[in-house]
């Protein structure tokens, strides 16, 4: 098992936020009762910058989604929720995150593209101890990362990558950094035996 590394309260005030957005505070609660997690019902961690989070725990809630909705129904509220995670860390953490200085307009889409998503590998690695990196193809980038809180999820690894918060996050950060959308899929998953997450993301947006 790997070293149960932290991320800062912030990051799972954010998440909290994000989840009751998707599905409400009952539903959040139900889903935190139903996965063991009930001290956490109704309650907020603080909003500061403390590695204080593990990241099994941060794992265990994705993993009481999944388990409440069952994996078909989870991918598309986990989604939901980076989508919305990435909008509240913008609000509440964009100090953090290193967005609030972002000069995108005058950029080409490829340009915001890669900004945005080099932006969120950076914060990954300084801020939440996932060492990442990101890789450019003619048609795609590949971002990867060594550590995730997927590696403290346990499931049945027949179901598949798991990362869809990720996804999400991904996805809500390059309609906010170009105004379109894009098709993000996850290869590679630490939590299913692969020595790294990867995520592949198409440069052609699903629109045009
Ligand atoms: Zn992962």
Redesign the pocket.
Known sequence: MAEDLKYPNASLYVLILAAEEVMGKNGLASVLNQGGLEYMAGKYPPNNLKQQVPFSLYGKIQQAIEDFYGPRGAKAILMRVGRALFRYSLHEQSKLLGFASLALKALPVNARMKLILSKIVKAGAEELSMPGAIEETSDAFIITRTA????FRERDPNIGV??HV?IGTFQESLKWATGKNFRVKQTR???IGDDI?EFIVEKTPMDD
């Open positions: 995730c809180p997927c590696q798991c990362d990720t998953c630490l939590n997450d």
